[in-house]
C-alpha cells in the first residue's frame, strides 16, 4: 500500500462542463475525507465518510458537487457545470476508524488540481 | 467560531538558521496540536504534534513547544535546510468533533542556501 491515491493529478475543463476525480485510500482505513484548497490558503473540509456512509457535508458543498463512496473502498468526487471559482486543489485523506482523524492516522494524497478555463 | 491564527504568513531563513513559527488559538476545546509541512505538488503531512500535558516535545531538528497560559504553539525547526523549504499548517483537531481539523493560514517556508 502506498498510502492515498487520486486520480487524475490534474485537469483542466471548460466553465460547465462536468468533471469527476477519484479517491483510493489506503486499504484498511475506513473514514475518508475530501478537501478543497486555494492557493495560498489552508484545505477547506468538504465532505466526511465512514465506510459507505456520508456522515458530514460541509455548507461549502453546493448542490453542484456530490461525492460517492459506494463501497466503502474508493471514492469520487464530481462537480457538475463547472465554474470558474471551483478552481483549486481537490484532497482526499484517510483515517482509520480506532484513531481520531487529528491524529496519526489521517494521511493525506497528492490531490487534484482542477483548473476551469 | 473557533480559529486559529498563524504567524508569519512568510518566511526567509539562512541555511543552519532557526526558523520559528508560531500558532495562537482563541478556543481552549483543542486536545491535540499538530503541525502539518506541505511541499509544493503534494498533500499536507503530519510532522510533530504535541498534548497538551507536556510543554515541549523535540522531534530530530523539529521542536513543538506549547504555552498553555497564552493559548500558544509554536514550531522550531534547528539547523533549517534548503529541504525544509514548504507551507507549514498547524491544524488542531476540536473535542468536539471527530472528523475536523481547524486549519491556520499557513507559513510558507523558504530556506535560502
Known amino acids: 500500500d502506498t498510502g492515498v491515491s487520486q486520480d487524475p493529478r490534474h485537469k483542466i475543463t471548460k466553465r460547465g462542463q462536468n468533471v469527476t476525480f477519484r479517491c483510493d485510500p489506503i486499504?484498511?482505513?475506513?473514514?475518508l475525507y475530501w478537501y478543497r484548497q486555494t492557493l495560498g490558503q489552508g484545505p477547506e473540509f468538504l465532505t466526511y465518510?465512514?465506510?459507505?456512509?456520508?456522515?458530514?457535508k460541509s455548507r461549502l458543498l453546493s448542490d453542484r458537487f456530490s461525492a460517492e463512496r459506494p463501497k466503502g473502498s474508493f471514492s469520487t468526487l464530481e462537480i457538475q457545470r463547472t465554474e470558474q471559482g471551483d478552481s483549486a486543489m481537490y484532497l482526499c485523506?484517510?483515517?482509520?476508524?480506532?484513531?481520531?482523524?487529528?491524529?496519526?492516522?489521517?494521511?493525506f494524497g497528492s490531490g487534484t488540481r482542477l483548473t476551469v478555463v | 467560531q473557533q480559529q486559529v491564527k498563524q504567524s508569519p504568513q512568510s518566511l526567509i531563513v539562512q541555511k543552519g538558521g532557526i526558523s520559528i513559527i508560531n500558532c495562537a488559538y482563541e478556543?481552549?476545546?483543542?486536545?491535540?496540536f499538530p503541525w502539518y509541512q506541505q511541499f509544493p505538488g503534494k498533500g499536507p503531512a503530519l510532522l510533530i504534534a504535541?498534548?497538551?500535558d507536556v510543554s515541549e516535545k523535540k522531534e530530530g531538528r523539529f521542536t513543538i513547544s506549547f504555552n498553555k497560559s497564552a493559548k500558544q504553539f509554536s514550531l522550531h525547526i534547528m539547523d533549517s535546510q534548503p529541504g525544509d523549504s514548504a507551507t507549514y499548517f498547524c491544524?488542531?483537531?476540536?473535542?468536539?468533533?471527530?472528523?475536523?481539523?481547524?486549519w491556520g493560514a499557513g507559513t510558507k517556508l523558504i530556506i535560502k542556501p
Open positions: 485523506a484517510s483515517s482509520s476508524r480506532t484513531q481520531n482523524p487529528g491524529h496519526e492516522g489521517y494521511t
Open positions: 486499504s484498511e482505513h475506513n473514514r
Open positions: 465518510f465512514q465506510n459507505e456512509a456520508q456522515l458530514e
Open positions: 478556543n481552549t476545546a483543542f486536545d491535540y
Open positions: 504535541i498534548r497538551p
Open positions: 491544524a488542531p483537531p476540536p473535542m468536539d468533533s471527530n472528523y475536523q481539523l481547524i
